[in-house]
């Protein structure tokens, strides 16, 4: 047996006492601007934490650089404030070498879209049973607001002083589009969706993505107003989820139904049309979820907010494990005399 | 036709072709078979970068040299004494290695007029005079192997493949070698394809046939035995040497090992290799690229396992800013670096030895880390051992320096006792008693390993500035230098940890020759050979390159010239230079190919007359 294994057979695999969200928070002193969009989604975490029944110190928070990765210090677990864009790398050593690890990654638009965006897919790619937090503010906030690559176009930034020509990224579809197995979008501003879809991605197992929007109230104060304040978010937004039908607008007098491959808005008021004409959400289904990813740049639809796609496929560091037993199973342990001693070798006396 | 038999102390011989003639393949049966007959020897794979040259052109020439003897070998030689060539273009690329006098093989049906066009031959060389000087043999090597294959139906594609077996076959009848290993390893390569092993054990039998039958070969040779330590031993190449040391330190640490790599020419064979012992609990993932390699590999020290990343020069420089993580979040990890030629994409299958002040310092800022060298092929083992020793005891990346030439030439090991090699196992911490992450032990300054799991200990590290003892995150100045200059302290204090520098020769004199990593043999051989002819020359070889040991300025200040040989611009005498205010001569050599012992030589009697 080797060493770790032999320090986890005396550490508790589940807690001892009952926790709390308090318990989850460390003794550093929080540093994000105040109003941030970060505090919440750390509250909101830390709130959803002790629901999980796993042990402190079988958590691992792992993060990049920028405002977001931050976020381990915050937390009374295991914490790795790694380099710029690395989160997910870092993270998927990690959790190969230890699956018994429950393993979180804290990232930006621009720590993961950006400089690390090769890592983020390829962690999605793989199937890692990590859990990404993806904080998206459409800014660089740590360096002082440059624009970032899900920065609308045309957006003026320190940078970009006459306006952006990048056309952004749609972090939903880069996620699908790199065969994440769960693909969730919530809103910083959203206490309980927030904490429903964290719940949901600690449960799922292989890589979870989740797009939360952020809101930079320093260097990108409202970017997401629209879909987060109470005024208008009924109007822009619909909350997908599994098995109901997509309806929307302040008095749930809105649908989302398919023409073709082409979602579009209908009327339940008018007497022309009912929930049983809408898109019902599947979580199951893949070309739907990139219909719903597909939402955020069409004008005059909602935005979808919840879990988009969810569906179980093989976890590597499992698979890994697996190949290990059976490679066990059929050579034997590996023994190091056997090793140096065989194939071809002969002797002199 | 009675035939002579000559016995000689030792032999190079060369196979040059196509790179699609099986030349390597070639070569490593010769060397397997040499190996287990006993004789002491030395390889050097010489390859194009391209998978499969335009067939016949001069750059895609594969060569494949072996020198072995019955006494003690340490380079893959000088001169060549036996070439084997399978078209123009092979001939034309290592005539120059031939020494005079020596054996040409030459596979008469490759010299076709296209193939003499495009060596850039006029006339063919096998029919002019123009090789006079040495003894050629024109065998229609491929009309040979179709004679063989007749009754096979086989394609005219896969018999033309078979014929590098007739050369072998040749050298095995010529060197008096036995060919059941070859036919042994035929039948376990080629087991699913029956007809494909047929035909390959029969070329090489008709290969072997045709020297003994044939009266162009009067004379066949014999190279006894060396009379190497007595023990068991094993061929090995840097590679899987490297491998092996790993798995050995993992075994002796009781850590599994985890290897995060990206594939790059030539460190690729140590992903291979260690991605077959998963029965030993090796991890090996292969990583979107060469960040993710090393970055995964910090993730799997912070979970406890020992970690290795793996690769070559350019894969260094993407590494560097992940190293300087690793310095300042002091966890273990090996790094490989299996140089090539540089810069930029280089020479990816050539061997050079210019990394070596990237090792030591080209990172951001100040972050050392301690940087090691392997001198021969199996000598990467106990390197790769060292490493993992150095870095799980101070809780430090380590860089392991070998380079394309150890990492693809082999030589016959001494196998280990594994039982003699020490326990090198850590101790994680546990006791949430008076914990902080950056307290460190008195006098090795190794912080605390604490991994993920162990409850009470839950701690954050990562690449800002820690405050002393607490690990917190620090901007204080003061704080900050202390910490520069601790990180400094524990790597230099490696050095009372290793064992003294040891001088082959006098331990003062005339000369010096201090060289590292892989120049090791021919540094060995020249000096040998000169100090045999009267010279006051000794041979230093540092396996250490960052700490030095600590005799190492005493040694050099001894004599009274040191010369630094390096296939580099002057990388360790710049170092040396630095420490220690000596004014160290270089000899230096950047052409992607080994030193030759008689380089060395010349250059010894320039500064000896
Ligand atoms: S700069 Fe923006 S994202 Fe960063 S902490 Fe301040 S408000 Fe939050």
């Known amino acids: 047996m080797n060493l770790v294994d032999e320090l986890l057979q005396d550490a508790p695999a589940t807690p001892e006492a009952k926790l709390t969200g308090k318990d989850f928070q460390s003794d550093q002193d929080v540093r994000w601007c105040p109003g941030c969009g970060d505090y919440s989604i750390l509250a909101q975490v830390q709130r959803v934490m002790p629901e999980l029944n796993i042990p402190r110190h079988r958590m691992a928070f792992i993060s990049g ?208 049309y009912s929930a049983a004409d809408l898109i019902v959400h599947d979580e199951k289904d893949t070309m739907l979820s990139f219909i719903l990813a597909r939402m955020s740049n069409l004008p005059d639809l909602p935005r979808p907010v919840g879990v988009i796609y969810a569906v179980d496929r093989p976890i590597y560091e499992a698979e890994l494990t697996r190949q290990i037993e059976s490679s066990v199973g059929k050579k034997g342990e590996g023994k190091l005399e056997e090793l140096l001693n065989s194939g071809d070798t002969w002797s002199i006396n | ?72 070998i340490n380079t893959p030689g000088d001169a060549c004494d036996v070439l084997v060539a399978m078209n123009p273009a092979a001939l034309k690329v290592n005539l120059g290695g031939l020494r005079d006098g020596g054996i040409i093989i030459a596979n008469s049906d490759g010299f076709t007029e296209k193939n003499l066009k495009l060596a850039g031959y006029e006339k063919n060389p096998l029919e002019d005079d123009s090789l006079q000087k040495y003894q050629v043999h024109a065998v229609a090597i491929t009309t040979l192997t179709q004679n063989a294959l007749q009754d096979l139906g086989l394609s005219n594609k896969l018999i033309d493949r078979s014929k590098n077996f007739f050369a072998l076959g040749i050298m095995y009848w010529m060197f008096t070698r036995p060919i059941d290993l070859t036919v042994k390893w035929i039948g376990q390569k080629f087991g699913k394809t029956p007809e494909i092993a047929e035909a390959n054990t029969r070329v090489l039998k008709a290969g072997y046939a045709f020297g003994e039958t044939t009266e162009i070969f009067v004379s066949r040779f014999e190279v006894q035995p060396a009379e190497l330590v007595s023990g068991k031993y094993r061929s090995i190449t840097g590679n899987e040497a490297a491998a092996w040391g790993m798995i050995a330190a993992s075994v002796k640490s009781r850590l599994s090992l985890f290897l995060g790599s990206y594939p790059i020419t030539p460190a690729s064979d140590i992903l291979h290799e260690l991605s077959k012992h998963k029965n030993f609990g090796v991890r090996t993932f292969q990583a979107e690229d060469e960040i993710a390699g090393i970055t995964s590999a910090i993730g799997a020290s912070y979970g406890g396992a020992l970690a290795l990343t793996t690769t070559s020069g350019p894969g260094m420089a993407l590494k560097s800013e992940a190293m300087g993580l690793a310095v300042m979040t002091e966890l273990p990890l090996v790094i490989i670096d299996v140089q090539r030629g540089g810069p930029s994409t280089g020479l990816p299958t050539k061997t050079e030895q210019a990394d070596l002040l990237q090792a030591v310092s080209g990172r951001n800022s100040e972050a050392p880390i301690p940087v090691i060298a392997a001198s021969t092929p199996a000598d990467c083992f106990q390197t790769a051992f060292e490493a993992s020793r150095i870095a799980l005891k101070y809780m430090t990346p380590v860089i392991m320096l070998t380079d394309g030439y150890l990492a693809n030439g082999s030589e016959p090991w001494l196998i280990p006792d594994a039982s003699s090699l020490p326990d090198i196992s850590p101790t994680f911490r546990t006791d949430p008693e008076g914990f902080h992450p950056y307290n460190r032990d008195d006098k090795t300054l190794a912080r605390p390993w604490a991994i993920p799991g162990t409850p009470g200990l839950e701690h954050r590290i990562g690449g800002l500035e820690k405050q002393h003892i607490s690990g917190n995150v620090s901007y204080d100045p003061a704080n900050h230098e202390f910490m520069v200059r601790t990180r400094q302290a524990k790597i230099d204090g490696i050095a009372a940890d290793l064992p003294p520098a040891e001088v082959e020769g006098d331990p003062k004199g005339e000369l010096l020759v201090v060289g590292w990593g892989g120049t090791y043999g021919a540094i060995r051989v020249a000096v040998a050979r000169r100090r045999e002819a009267g010279k006051s020359v000794s041979h230093l070889h540092l396996k250490y390159l960052n700490p030095f040991q600590e005799n190492l300025g005493e040694i050099l200040y001894s004599f009274k010239q040191v010369l630094v040989p390096e296939l580099n611009l002057g990388q360790l005498s710049r170092l040396l230079r630095a420490k220690y205010l000596i004014p160290a001569l270089s000899l230096n050599k950047i052409q992607g190919l080994p030193f030759h012992a008689d380089e060395i030589e010349k250059k010894i009697d320039e500064l000896l007359p």
């Open chain 1, 65 to 272: 650089i920028g405002c977001s990765s931050r976020f381990p210090y915050y937390m009374d677990t295991y914490g790795f404030h790694s380099i710029h864009g690395r989160a997910p790398a870092l993270a998927t050593g990690l959790k190969i070498a230890r699956p018994d690890l429950m393993v979180w990654v804290a990232t930006g638009d621009g720590d993961g879209l950006s400089i690390g965006g090769n890592h983020l897919i390829h962690a999605c790619r793989r199937n890692i049973d990590i859990k990404i937090l993806l904080f998206n503010n459409q800014i660089y906030g740590l360096t002082k607001g440059q624009y970032s690559p899900t920065s609308e176009f045309g957006k003026v930034t320190k940078s970009t002083p006459v306006g952006s020509i990048d056309h952004p990224f749609n972090p939903l579809l880069v996620a699908l589009g790199a065969e994440a197995s769960f693909v969730a979008r919530t809103l910083d501003r959203d206490p309980k969706h927030l904490q429903q879809v964290v719940r949901r991605a600690a449960a799922h197992r292989g890589t979870s993505f989740m797009e939360i929007y952020q809101n930079c109230n320093v260097f990108n104060d409202g970017a997401f107003f629209t879909y987060t304040e109470k005024e208008s978010k009924e109007e822009n937004v619909v909350f997908v989820e599994h098995g109901k039908p997509m309806i929307f607008g302040k008095g749930k007098d809105k649908g989302i139904r398919l023409e073709g491959f082409t979602p579009t808005v209908v009327s339940l008021s008018d007497g022309k």
């Open chain 2, 1 to 72: 036709m009675s035939k002579t038999l000559k016995t000689l102390e030792d032999v190079t011989i060369r196979f040059a072709g196509d790179s699609g003639d099986g030349m390597q393949l070639t070569g490593t049966q010769f060397t397997n078979t040499t190996a287990l007959f006993g004789n002491d020897l030395s390889t050097l794979p010489d390859y194009p970068a391209e998978i499969r040259a335009p067939a016949g052109t001069l750059f895609g020439v594969s060569g494949f040299q072996i020198h072995f003897g019955s006494s003690e």
